[in-house]
């Protein structure tokens, strides 16, 4: 797991907030999490490849994405090991495992494994919606 280190795609915090509407900014920039069942990609099932939402890295694709009645869009495995980084997350009491975007440093939500989902990897990456744009193949 990495701590934290220096990212490829570097801004200052005025620039992610003149980019970013303030909720994109929250979840993004600030690990605030959406609330469970807003997000706009919780139950899409449209074929394509979902992206950070800051940068643009692609970073899952349709085709890992399952239906864990989380309320937030998971998926079993990221687009590439290094597409991602993780960060140990001991807030709020747990411990957990944060998901970073590699290119930026960006908030995506958390990973969990051991859940009993019926996945290949048996791990159920918790992404927020409002961190990611899906690129659809249509």
């Keep these: 797991m990495t701590t934290d280190r220096a990212y490829p795609i570097t801004k200052t915090d005025e620039q992610w907030r003149e980019e970013l509407t303030p ?3 929250a979840v993004l920039r600030r690990a605030a999490t959406e609330r469970p069942g807003v997000g706009e990609y919780v ?7 979902y992206s950070c939402r800051a940068c643009g890295t692609e ?12 309320g937030w869009p998971s998926f079993y495995a990221p687009l590439a090991e290094d597409r991602v980084d993780y960060i140990e997350d001991s807030t709020l009491g747990m ?12 908030h995506l939500g958390h990973v969990f494994e051991g859940e009993g ?7 159920r990456y918790c992404m927020n919606s409002i961190s990611l744009r899906l690129e659809s193949k249509a």
């Design 23 to 25: 909720q994109e900014y």
């Design 43 to 49: 139950d899409t099932e449209t074929e394509g490849v």
């Design 117 to 123: 989902y019926d996945t290949p990897t048996d791990q």
């Design 59 to 70: 970073l899952f694709r349709s085709d890992t994405k399952f239906h864990s009645h989380c």
């Design 95 to 106: 411990k957990r495992v944060e998901v970073r975007c590699a290119s930026c440093g960006s």
